[in-house]
């Protein structure tokens, strides 16, 4: 059996580590080569070697990361540091590497081209990822991203957001993989992993509860831990478990009381405790505000610490060791912590190279585009409008700048993408202004619509004046309105419409021609009050640098679709555990207090109570029996699929068994999703879920296995999941709302 990754070391390990350690700084390098250069050896071993040769300097040099577009051009930079989110030094002596950080959500980002002229992949949202409910399109995206990174000489990755959509205004929930603690937690795992493929360090983020970006600096969460386990924190586990990151992400937001990056419940009780987490802990970028209380906690490096009031984990530090106050063991465990992770993730082993090598843009740029089209979900075709066909002669395409690109979501996550920029407008004021510009990837929807359909006459009108939209829509075979709503890191959308009266546009279009069909590139859900009068709605989220043909193609039918909602769509945002962002009202106006670079902004923190515990998500709308707009998990396709002969077996672990018919005209892939309701409760949970795709006719067979955690309850007293027992109901369905086939299963109580 191979050694995990973050395996603890053997107790004789552990005693040829302390021999070694006993060694001291003044041994010299080459004597203790044999224990940090053996790669048969665990992680932490090797790393707890390097720590005692390290010297002072070196050691607390490398607890916090550099923030370059603050350093770069000072006294002393580092000669060859990129303009990216940090960067430590290298130590040569002991084979260690500079750490280059780069945001890589959805590609390696390149916010406000802070290197000049440095493109890379556009994925889509990651928000379509999860639509496509397919893990292996998750780990594809990861690969590609560490593949460019590296390339790029860079080898930390701030990818991995797990943080579940909570609310359905959240600015960043575009960045997230949807509402669902499996969902998300698989999707992110194998999105980590396939970053870390590229022996590169990925994080996981935002740990934890950083839900909403309105006052994200100075908000204080509140949840109670059971909820918390049996929802966010299962995420973050599940992500942790299959994609190992080098590095948890501490959020910016407070945590029950206490900051995230001074949390010690969650950095060392949890994190630590709980769930032997052997890689390191870094803040998020201006979320540090203690030397101590940081330390103590659980925090290994201040990341990017230029942003911070004070470099905490620089001089600080130094002093708080000198006084008795954090112990030097303290601070090399946390150096141990960041080696390990640069060890286990195969960097040290592999460093990355020191000039820039070249990429296959083309290939990456189908696995860009590969992800937008499975990850497109299909809300609406009446009629079996789509998919259009070659009897489409006359085309209008309205609106959302469809003409030179597609919208992309903004903040650090932002690609400049490697087809280029088509449109880009600076933010005149708020939170996001810094370091958000609201952007086009160069990926025209009308240009892909042209190519598929060359005999067709298919013209363009902006969709600025709802009546000049109309007439064109009139006399036209069909008319495809793209209506965009723009998400950034840093704020949230005050409410859940479609902006500048793009409400009105549709329906003006759709009054003139019933042949109406709507794309969406949003962040999220939005309110469709036009619904019924379109004939077709297709959701693209924002999707990435291949978004127009990849639009096309699903449009016009060379791609059937696939993709279902990550998230739930509410009818309204009353529906909504909340109906708007918390501490909106408060905060408006004043942008430095919520400034992802507000330190400093005495603004007293302000609760936001979770009241919807663990049931975030559909399960929130199950619970008070809200009918939303469109359901968690809903998608339809060209084709259609059944369900029949459903089996499930109890005892500890559920086993589903069932077949699945693709009973329409078309290949296509389904995606049959598992929940189970718990004794008493009405409340369903996804519980497994599986993509299969299909010929027309054809029928499979699959088998689940239930994730036992979600059927479980996590108990505070003894730290551990409790499967209560009893009858339990299991329900296959097309999405969280469909009443599927169900089966009872009686499962034995156990704890674990
Ligand atoms: C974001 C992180 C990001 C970091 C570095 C922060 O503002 O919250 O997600 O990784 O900046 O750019």
């Not at 224990?35 to 040099?61: H, I, N, Q, Y």
């Not at 469109?630 to 396709?637: A, D, E």
Request: hydrophobic content about 40%; overall charge negative; glycine content about 10%.
């Amino acid at each position: 059996m191979s050694a995990h990754p973050f395996a603890r070391p053997s107790r004789k390990h552990l005693l040829l580590a302390a021999a070694t350690l006993a060694m001291g700084v003044s041994a010299p390098v080459q004597a203790q080569n044999t224990v940090w250069s053996d790669t048969k050896r665990p992680a932490e071993e090797r790393a707890a070697a390097l720590v005692s040769a390290m010297t002072s300097e070196e050691k607390f040099e490398l607890l916090h990361t550099l923030f370059p577009p603050r350093v770069i051009g000072t006294p002393g930079a580092p000669t060859d540091m990129l303009p990216s989110a940090g960067y430590s030094r290298a130590i040569p002596r002991l084979g260690i590497p500079e750490l280059r950080e780069s945001d890589a959500s959805l590609g390696v980002a390149n916010q406000v081209e802070q290197r000049k002229g440095d493109t890379a992949t556009a994925l889509p949202a990651s928000l379509a990822t999860a639509s496509s409910f397919d893990p292996a399109i998750a780990y594809a995206g990861g690969a590609m991203i560490g593949a460019e990174a590296r390339a790029k000489t860079f080898n930390v990755l701030l990818a991995g957001g797990v943080n579940l959509t909570r609310d359905p205004w959240g600015g960043r929930n575009f960045e997230y993989l949807g509402e669902d603690p499996l969902l998300s937690g698989v999707m992110a795992g194998e999105h980590i992993r396939g970053v870390q493929s590229n022996h590169i360090m990925s994080t996981v983020k935002h740990f934890a509860l950083n839900s909403q970006e309105t006052g994200r600096m100075i908000a204080d969460a509140r949840l109670d831990w059971p909820a918390m386990h049996e929802s966010d924190l299962l995420a973050f586990k599940i992500a942790i478990e299959r994609g190992k990151p080098a590095s948890v992400m501490c959020s910016y937001n407070r945590v029950n009381g206490d900051y995230a990056c001074e949390n010690h419940m969650l950095l060392t009780d949890i994190l630590r405790g709980q769930w032997g987490y052997q890689g390191f802990v870094m803040s998020d970028w201006g979320a540090v505000h203690s030397t101590v209380k940081a330390a103590k906690a659980g925090l290994d490096q201040e990341s990017g610490a230029e942003l911070d009031k004070a470099i905490y984990f620089g001089e600080p530090l130094q002093k708080a060791v000198a006084s008795g106050e954090v112990s030097m063991g303290e601070v090399d465990t946390k150096l141990r912590n960041i080696l390990t992770g640069v060890i286990a993730s195969g960097l040290y082993d592999h460093p990355t190279p020191a000039h820039e090598q070249t990429i296959d843009y083309t290939a990456h740029a189908q696995v860009a585009q590969r992800a937008a089209e499975e990850g497109m979900v299909l809300l609406r075709n009446a009629g079996n409008m789509l998919p259009l066909t070659a009897s489409a002669k006359r085309i209008v395409v309205i609106g959302g700048h469809a003409d030179i690109g597609v919208l992309s979501g903004g903040g650090s996550s932002q690609v400049r993408s490697v087809g280029g920029v088509a449109l880009e407008i600076p933010l005149k004021s708020g939170p996001a202004a810094s370091f958000s510009r609201t952007t086009w990837h160069s990926s025209s929807p009308l240009a892909a619509i042209r190519a598929l359909m060359p005999s067709a006459q298919v013209t363009y009108i902006d969709g600025t004046d709802p009546a000049a939209a109309a007439a064109a829509a009139r006399g036209a075979d069909v008319a495809i309105i793209f209506a965009t709503q723009w998400r950034t890191e840093a704020e949230d959308v005050p409410d859940l419409a479609l902006p500048d009266g793009q409400d009105g546009l549709i329906e003006a279009v759709a009054a003139a021609n019933p042949h109406t069909a709507v794309v969406l590139e949003t962040g999220g859900a939005v309110k469709m009050p036009w619904l019924t009068k379109v004939g077709a709605v297709l959701e693209a989220w924002y999707p990435g640098q291949r978004g127009g043909p990849a639009i096309a193609n699903v449009l016009f039918g060379k791609v059937n679709p696939s993709g279902h909602l990550p998230l739930t769509f509410p009818a309204s945002e009353a529906q909504a555990p909340r109906p708007a962002p918390v501490g909106l009202e408060m905060l408006r106006g004043n942008d430095a207090a919520a400034n992802a670079d507000g330190n400093g902004v005495d603004v007293p923190p302000f609760p936001i109570t979770y009241q919807e515990g663990a049931n975030a998500g559909y399960r929130w709308y199950a619970a008070r029996g809200e009918k939303p707009l469109f359901p968690f998990g809903y998608g339809l396709s060209y084709t259609h699929f059944g369900y029949s002969h459903l089996s499930v077996t109890g005892g500890t672990q559920p086993v589903i068994s069932f077949d699945v018919t693709n009973l329409g005209k078309r290949d296509g892939a389904d995606v049959p999703q598992v929940y189970a309701t718990l004794p008493g409760s009405p409340v369903p949970r996804l519980i497994a879920f599986d993509r299969v795709t299909l010929k027309p006719g054809e029928t499979r067979r699959v088998t689940l296995r239930a994730e036992p955690r979600i059927l479980a309850h996590w108990d505070e007293a003894t730290k551990g999941w409790r499967i209560a027992g009893g009858r339990y109901t299991v329900t296959l369905a097309h999405d969280a709302a469909d009443r599927g086939l169900s089966a009872p299963v009686t499962l034995t109580p156990r704890s674990f």
